[in-house]
């Protein structure tokens, strides 16, 4: 598989090659890396964690349950009693109580507040809008033999205005370059080929 860092060389020549507005599209094998799976509009999640894909989470169960069946521990027997271990007739009382910390509160409310929309076009035009701030750009998805296709995007215009999380950052001609994982009305960009490390969730809002 191939390194992430000869992908974008890989797929930064091709951003390149992407004509400006307005320009007459001469070649017609950029049509062949469209992927019209992930075109309409999606929101992300702001304020999820590094995550993984459902096909890398199957991998690691399954790995997991071979490491059990191989080096599996003898199971403790109904009333056994061995260096305070517990007996399972033992009744075990777990108390809970409502969070009701305001901050937690606020915080999630002000979380919700923050919408990042991105919709992607079926002819490599994607647009963005985050509070004030709106991007335009394009984008490519390259399918490969092995591990999951790559999204390259590459930033053309920002009006670089403040987006939803109060940051006002210009980002006309930046590129971003990521492992595409996409099922359903769920898609993840992740920073390896397996889907270990997904680090933007997205959910479509529209097709």
Same mark, same amino acid.
């Given at each position: +598989?191939?390194?992430? &860092?000869? @992908?974008?060389?890989? !797929?930064?020549?091709? #951003? =390149?090659?992407? $004509?400006?507005? /307005?320009?007459?599209?001469?070649? $017609?094998?950029?049509?062949?890396?469209?992927? $019209?799976?992930?075109?309409?509009?999606?929101?992300?999640? !702001?304020?999820?964690?590094?995550? +993984?894909?459902?096909?890398?989470?199957?991998?690691? =169960? *399954?790995?997991?349950?071979?490491? =059990? &069946?191989?080096? &599996?521990?003898?199971?403790?027997?109904? /009333?056994?009693? =061995?260096? /305070?271990? #517990?007996?399972?007739?033992?009744?075990?009382i777990l108390q809970t109580e409502p969070n009701t910390?305001?901050? !937690? !509160? @606020? &915080?999630? *409310?002000?979380?919700?507040?923050?919408?990042?929309?991105?919709?992607? /076009?079926?002819?490599?035009e994607m647009w963005a809008v985050s509070g004030k701030e709106w991007t335009y750009g394009r984008y490519l998805v390259t399918h490969r033999e092995e591990g999951l296709p790559i999204i390259a995007l590459k930033t053309l215009y920002d009006n670089n205005e403040v987006d939803c999380s109060g940051n006002q950052i210009d980002q006309t001609d930046e590129a971003l370059i990521a492992f595409l994982y996409h099922d359903g009305n769920q898609m993840q960009w992740c920073a390896d080929p397996e889907g270990n490390e997904c680090f933007m969730n997205f959910h479509r809002i529209l097709p």
């Open positions: +598989m191939e390194p992430i &860092s000869f @992908a974008s060389f890989t !797929l930064a020549s091709i #951003l =390149a090659s992407l $004509p400006a507005n /307005g320009e007459v599209v001469t070649k $017609p094998t950029i049509t062949t890396h469209i992927s $019209p799976a992930i075109a309409g509009q999606w929101e992300i999640e !702001l304020d999820s964690s590094i995550t +993984m894909t459902k096909d890398a989470q199957a991998r690691q =169960a *399954a790995r997991k349950e071979r490491l =059990a &069946s191989a080096n &599996s521990e003898p199971k403790i027997k109904e /009333g056994a009693v =061995a260096g /305070g271990i #517990l007996t399972q007739s033992e009744e075990r910390d305001q901050n !937690l !509160l @606020a &915080s999630t *409310a002000k979380s919700n507040q923050c919408r990042e929309l991105y919709n992607f /076009g079926a002819d490599n």
